[in-house]
């Protein structure tokens, strides 16, 4: 299966299926020098994982990470670094009717049509599994960019199905089961869920992801724009179905005078650019919004057909997450951190020695720290 890899100087290939033996990554083009260990893993991948709470899937998994090169007495070498995690709770049984099946909106059917085999059990390489390793590779990325750069990248469910926060406080999204911004609505959005769960069904979310701290000239016209990378990292994330870089589509309704962002040498007024012009980072936060679908795999029965073209009815068994983007905060930092440090290392290697050519303007649309765009409606 090709197109296992994401970027062009810092690459990371993953490889594994959800029920396979263990699964994993290698991670190319890491500047050496950078300090990494088992435990830096640890906080991320806890918080990606399976049986947190409740309103995710009960598969439980240690999800142990081993470093198996690129790293010496502590610090990377500039040498591949392979990661790798064993799979320990994988139930293949509840998958055995599947593997004849196509379940209605999930990626079954287009896998089949397209290789003539899979591996059904947990998903196989389609599952939601896979993205541990993005994480993975994620944390390496985002120590280097805090390290070198002081950039930082953070996400929350900014949406719940139809569920919209009433107040927005970065600082309590990390306590939240639901990687929240309004804490006094978790009570509601518990209710919600345990009702959805009871149900059988599945609900979609938005994830709000934003990087702050980026040197304006990371990301290359035409065909390497920050946004347009970005994009693609997002839309790699299994169920994700839109992504949208600052104003996005409410851009479509607003005049020249209300998106362009007013410049003072005080700082941007305000970021519908969403820290992106002409494909290139302007020194903003950079504020990208993803959209995901709801679980395709249900317990509620519904028609579909077989894979010699038979009438039948699917039920899914297995541990499913009732909202996949309850889980996919870290992810979406995770693929942002990717974009980032890869484009740094473009950025560093053909313009390294332009320096910074005219004085920074500072972040706009609220202070770093603050949210970076208004909310939109
Ligand atoms: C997934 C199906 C479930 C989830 C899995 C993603 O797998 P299983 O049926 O084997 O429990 O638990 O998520 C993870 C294991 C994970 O680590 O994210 C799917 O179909 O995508």
């Given amino acids: ?17 959800s029920h396979g033996p263990a699964i994993g990554c290698v991670v190319d083009g890491c500047p050496p020098g950078l300090a990494i260990a088992p435990e830096d893993f640890r906080r991320d991948l806890e918080r990606r994982a399976t049986g947190r709470s409740r309103h995710t899937s009960q598969r439980r998994e240690a999800d142990e990470i081993e470093i198996l090169s690129g790293v010496y007495e502590g610090r990377t070498t500039g040498t591949p670094i392979a990661l790798l995690i064993r799979n320990t709770d994988a139930r293949s049984k509840d998958y055995a009717k599947i593997g004849e099946q196509f379940r209605p909106g999930h990626a079954d059917y287009a896998y089949w049509q397209k290789y003539g085999i899979r591996d059904p059990r947990g998903g196989g390489r389609s599952s939601a599994r896979e993205t541990t390793m993005r994480v993975a590779a994620g944390v390496i990325a985002k120590k280097w960019l805090a390290e070198r750069f002081g950039v930082t990248v953070r996400a929350c469910v900014s949406q719940l199905h139809t569920l919209t926060p009433k107040a927005w406080d970065w600082s309590v999204v990390e306590d939240s089961p639901f990687f929240w911004p309004d804490a006094a609505q978790v009570p509601e959005l518990e209710t919600f869920m345990d009702a959805l769960r009871k149900s059988g069904d599945s609900v979609g979310a938005r994830v709000r992801v934003e990087a702050h701290g980026l040197p304006p000239g990371w990301g290359e016209p035409v065909y390497g724009k920050l946004d347009g990378e970005l994009a693609h990292a997002m839309m790699s994330i299994n169920a994700v179905k839109g992504v949208e ?11 020249g005078t209300e998106h362009r962002d007013l410049m003072h040498p005080e700082g941007f007024a305000s970021n519908h650019a969403g820290g992106v012009l002409g494909g290139i980072s302007t020194g ?3 504020v990208c919004e993803v959209a995901f679908k709801p679980t395709s795999s249900l317990r509620l029965p519904g028609p579909t057909v077989d894979v010699h073209g038979n009438a039948v009815e699917v039920v899914t068994t297995g541990r499913h997450d009732p909202c996949v983007g309850l889980r996919a905060p870290p992810i979406c930092e995770a693929m942002m951190a990717l974009v980032l440090m890869d484009q740094a290392l473009r950025h560093r290697a053909q313009c390294g020695d332009v320096g910074e050519v005219a004085p920074r303007i500072p972040g706009g649309g609220g202070a770093a720290g603050g949210n970076a765009v208004e909310r939109k409606p």
């Avoid at 299966?1 to 299926?17: D, K, Q």
């Avoid at 870089?245 to 005049?255: C, D, E, P």
């Fill in 284 to 286: 903003q936060p950079l």
């Fill in 245 to 255: 870089i600052g104003a996005g589509f409410a851009s479509v309704s607003q005049l």
């Fill in 1 to 17: 299966m090709a197109s296992n890899t994401f970027g062009r100087l810092f690459a990371v290939t993953t490889f594994g299926e």
